[in-house]
């Protein structure tokens, strides 16, 4: 039996660009994800966590999510290798999102995005799963 199973919660570094191709939806994004407090330092640090969503999870993430939203996902890790245009040999690891929950009201989330962005989600309190069907509730 294999377990690679990863939950993390943080906020979003920037707006998530949702692209499709033949067969699904896609998006990447980075999700900073706060260190343990220092205390020989006065300000917390953050792990830059790259992530991928696909199909109606990339579609979930890039509606109700924008620039400084903090959420919650559960994915698995994957390492993958690949060439630039280059001839770099590049390799990447990052989480593959499987579901993703909000962690913050609308209210709270509207405080931490950019004044032009809008959070759109009908939660105000609470944490609500991204549901795994066809069906978005809202």
């Known amino acids: 039996m294999a377990l690679n199973?990863?939950?993390?919660?943080?906020?979003?570094?920037k707006d998530v660009e949702l692209k499709q191709t033949k067969?699904?939806?896609?998006?990447?994004?980075?999700?900073?994800?706060?260190k343990p407090y220092n205390k020989n330092n006065d300000?917390?640090?953050?792990?830059w966590i790259d992530c991928v969503a696909f199909g109606k999870t990339a579609e979930f993430i890039s509606k109700y999510f924008h620039k400084g939203s903090?959420?919650?996902v559960t994915g698995r890790l994957q390492t993958r290798a690949y060439e630039?245009?280059?001839g770099a040999k590049i390799k990447v690891t990052e989480?593959?999102?499987e579901s993703v929950e909000f962690v913050e009201s609308k209210k709270q989330n509207e405080e931490n995005t950019s004044p032009t962005s809008t959070a759109g989600t009908a939660a105000d309190t609470g944490v609500i799963s991204?549901?795994?069907n066809e069906d978005i509730p809202f």
Do not use: Q, S, W
Not at 43 to 47: C, L, S
């Open 95 to 97: 989480v593959v999102v």
């Open 130 to 132: 991204a549901p795994d």
């Open 84 to 86: 630039n245009k280059d």
């Open 70 to 72: 903090k959420f919650a």
């Open 23 to 34: 067969d699904t939806f896609i998006t990447n994004f980075t999700l900073a994800v706060d």
């Open 43 to 47: 300000h917390p640090e953050a792990n």
């Open 5 to 13: 199973t990863c939950v993390l919660m943080g906020r979003l570094t």
